[in-house]
């Protein structure tokens, strides 16, 4: 039997209203034995929470979403920091950059990554990055704020390998989901198969970017499994050997039980 985490996960998205516990029950069934369910903003944080609190086998991430910070209000930052004391919170995320939505100022974005950064030093919690066409900016700011002295997961990684050596030196792991798995994907498939193998996680970001052959479908956790037999083809390991690997990794960047 299969012992998989999905690293990165969105349980509590409307898209799953309708057959939730028949997706977790399949996830279980092909062997995911964790989630970790990310709320990202004002209307996700509390739905985490929940979720975390109902199923032993989910764990919660609790973070400001960049496409978001615009939208954050006096006192969201404590709520979030109060928030990591939870047994079930393991992270701070998704945070980081997004300069492919045009919904907040760049300035904005930035100003909230970073006090996000200096919140989980504090609280000592690692860091789950959303980074999208912005990889010289956190890479910038994880440094100066020294994001190294909790380390994280850079999320659902899709830049190249001189950012993703840039990030690993500073204590992260680097996590591939569904779009490691597409034919076209060259790029993270390189970058993939030089990433140390302590330092490697999946992920779905269910329900968003289903793995082929689901591709454009809505993703769901039990599809982890795929994105293990990606990474075993791309390394040359076995699916075993991956789940294995990934597992003892996520287990340690989150200090999971």
Request: hydrophobic share 40%; with cysteine; glycine share 6%.
């Given at each position: 039997?299969?012992?998989?985490i999905d690293?990165h996960t969105?349980?509590?998205?409307p898209?799953f209203?309708?057959?939730?516990e028949a997706?977790?029950?399949?996830?279980?069934?092909?062997?995911?034995?964790?989630?970790l369910?990310?709320?990202?903003?004002?209307e996700?944080i509390p739905?985490?929470?929940a979720?975390?609190?109902k199923?032993?086998?989910?764990?919660a991430?609790v973070?400001?979403?960049p496409v978001d910070?615009?939208?954050?209000?006096?006192?969201d930052?404590e709520?979030?920091?109060?928030?990591?004391?939870?047994?079930?919170?393991?992270?701070v995320g998704?945070i980081?950059?997004d300069?492919?939505?045009?919904?907040?100022?760049k300035?904005?974005?930035?100003?909230?990554?970073?006090?996000?950064?200096?919140l989980?030093?504090k609280?000592?919690?690692?860091?789950?990055?959303h980074?999208?066409?912005?990889?010289?900016d956190?890479v910038?700011?994880?440094r100066?704020?020294?994001?190294?002295e909790?380390?994280?997961?850079?999320?659902c990684?899709?830049?190249?390998?001189?950012?993703?050596?840039k990030?690993?030196?500073m204590?992260?792991y680097i996590?591939f989901?569904?779009?490691?798995?597409?034919?076209?994907?060259?790029?993270?498939?390189?970058?993939?198969?030089?990433?140390?193998?302590d330092?490697?996680?999946?992920?779905?970001?269910?329900?968003y970017l289903?793995?082929d052959p689901?591709r454009?479908?809505?993703?769901?956790?039990?599809?982890?499994?795929?994105?293990?037999?990606a990474?075993?083809e791309?390394?040359?390991?076995?699916?075993?050997?991956?789940?294995?690997?990934t597992?003892?990794?996520?287990?340690?960047?989150?200090?999971?039980?």
């Amino acid at each position: 039997m299969m012992n998989l985490i999905d690293t990165h996960t969105h349980l509590d998205n409307p898209k799953f209203d309708n057959d939730r516990e028949a997706v977790i029950e399949r996830a279980q069934a092909a062997g995911v034995t964790k989630l970790l369910n990310v709320g990202f903003n004002r209307e996700t944080i509390p739905t985490t929470i929940a979720l975390a609190e109902k199923y032993p086998f989910i764990y919660a991430i609790v973070g400001w979403h960049p496409v978001d910070a615009i939208e954050m209000r006096e006192g969201d930052l404590e709520w979030i920091e109060e928030l990591t004391a939870h047994p079930k919170v393991v992270a701070v995320g998704e945070i980081g950059l997004d300069y492919h939505w045009d919904t907040s100022p760049k300035d904005v974005q930035q100003r909230v990554f970073r006090e996000q950064i200096r919140l989980a030093r504090k609280v000592g919690k690692p860091i789950v990055i959303h980074n999208r066409d912005a990889h010289e900016d956190v890479v910038r700011i994880l440094r100066e704020e020294k994001a190294e002295e909790v380390g994280g997961v850079m999320h659902c990684f899709s830049g190249s390998w001189e950012t993703a050596r840039k990030c690993l030196d500073m204590n992260f792991y680097i996590s591939f989901g569904g779009p490691v798995t597409f034919k076209n994907a060259r790029v993270p498939k390189e970058v993939l198969a030089k990433v140390p193998l302590d330092r490697l996680l999946i992920e779905t970001d269910s329900p968003y970017l289903a793995p082929d052959p689901y591709r454009g479908k809505r993703n769901e956790s039990a599809y982890v499994t795929l994105v293990a037999q990606a990474a075993a083809e791309i390394t040359g390991k076995s699916k075993e050997e991956i789940t294995i690997l990934t597992t003892e990794n996520a287990t340690n960047c989150f200090r999971l039980k």
